[in-house]
T-cell receptor, first 112, second 114 residues
């Protein structure tokens, strides 16, 4: 069983809409969560990271983290067609910050 | 200019052959990594290096051998290739190894083993 589970597997939102993506780790040792975005045929690029309980906002992107449940979510408001991509969640333990365990991703399509 | 270079971009190999994937980073980072991404599987951590020293190896097979000739180089040699090795191999780097530094990924080498 994968240690990082993402849902939904795929998501379609209208242009200008809100996209909400979820990620949960089953490894109690993880302490840091990362969200990467990977456009088709390209490499993953880091969007946001979070390690404290609560919320972090950067532009149209908001990340939430609940450390007790090891659940993080990424919300994209005012979604644009250029946001269409595979969104990867990764988790790493505090003492092994380099060791990213990725989920299989959520494929987001923003319908213009 | 690209900060992480991977060569070649595409690679076709026959079963049983050997190939070397090249990675160079110009970000001034001290840590480098290899990941593998196969269809329908998560991006998978393979190796990590810090200052040219192997720090972690998560590949079960000795057919995969990283090689670091310089601090900003980390190549991946794959021997006795199998069709299951077909994947996109990403090189990544970060400022330091132990801390929670952002990892930056190269463009990848797409390997197809026939």
């Amino acid at each position: 069983q994968q240690k990082v589970q993402q849902s939904p597997e795929s998501l379609i939102v209208p242009e200008g809409g809100m996209a909400s993506l979820n990620c949960t780790s089953s490894d109690r040792n993880v302490d840091y969560f990362w969200w990467y975005r990977q456009h088709s045929g390209k490499s993953p690029k880091m969007l946001m990271s979070i390690f404290s309980n609560g919320e972090k906002e950067e532009g149209r992107f908001t990340v939430h983290l609940n450390k007790a449940s090891l659940h993080t979510s990424l919300h994209i408001r005012d979604s644009q067609p250029s946001d269409s991509a595979l969104y990867l969640c990764a988790a790493s333990p505090l003492n092994m910050g380099y060791k990213l365990t990725f989920g299989t991703g959520t494929s987001l399509l923003v319908d213009p | 200019d690209p900060k992480i270079i991977q060569k070649p971009k595409y690679l076709v190999a026959v079963t049983g052959s050997e190939k070397i994937l090249i990675c160079e980073q110009y970000l001034g980072h001290n840590a480098m990594y290899w990941y593998r991404q196969s269809a329908k599987k998560p991006l998978e951590f393979m190796f990590s290096y810090s200052y040219q020293k192997l720090m972690d190896n998560q590949t079960a097979s000795s057919r995969f051998q990283p090689q670091s000739s310089k601090k900003n180089h980390l190549d991946l040699q794959i021997t006795a290739l199998k069709p299951d090795d077909s994947a996109t191999y990403f090189c990544a780097s970060s400022r330091d190894w132990a801390s929670q530094d952002t990892q930056y990924f190269g463009p990848g080498t797409r390997l197809l083993v026939l």
